[in-house]
Nanobody, 121 residues
Framework: QVQLVESGGGLVQPGGSLRLSCAASGSIFSISTMGWFRQAPGKQRELVAVITSGGSTNYADSVKGRFTVSRDNAKNTVYLQLNSLKPDDTAVYYC???????????????WGQGTQVTVSL
């Protein structure tokens, strides 16, 4: 069984920073792409940033230059550094990872439970 556990959300003022973490645990053989999505009230879930096992990254236009995604493969952990936060960044942030649990098996998508980020005065 695989679990993704997020941490680091909270309330921050506009212009502030947060760092989110997501650790994968359980029966893991390998992890390919990891990333972050977010969902604001009344909106669809959207991609924020992803990072491959080799370190290539991709960002939503709305966060480029402000957010940075990174990973520690030895710890099966992905991070999201959020800087220059805006009220529009308020959302539940979800971690996602494609994980292979057996050597010859497929990669399957796993999600964390979500962590709330609120940007407000």
């Amino acid at each position: 069984q695989v679990q993704l556990v997020e941490s680091g959300g909270g309330l921050v003022q506009p212009g502030g920073s947060l760092r989110l973490s997501c650790a994968a645990s359980g029966s893991i053989f390998s992890i390919s792409t990891m990333g972050w999505f977010r969902q604001a009230p009344g909106k669809q879930r959207e991609l924020v940033a992803v990072i491959t096992s080799g370190g290539s990254t991709n960002y939503a236009d709305s966060v480029k230059g402000r957010f940075t995604v990174s990973r520690d493969n030895a710890k099966n952990t992905v991070y999201l550094q959020l800087n220059s936060l805006k009220p529009d960044d308020t959302a539940v942030y979800y971690c996602n990872a494609f994980i292979r649990v057996v050597v010859s098996g497929p990669y399957s998508s796993y999600w964390g439970q979500g962590t709330q980020v609120t940007v407000s005065l």
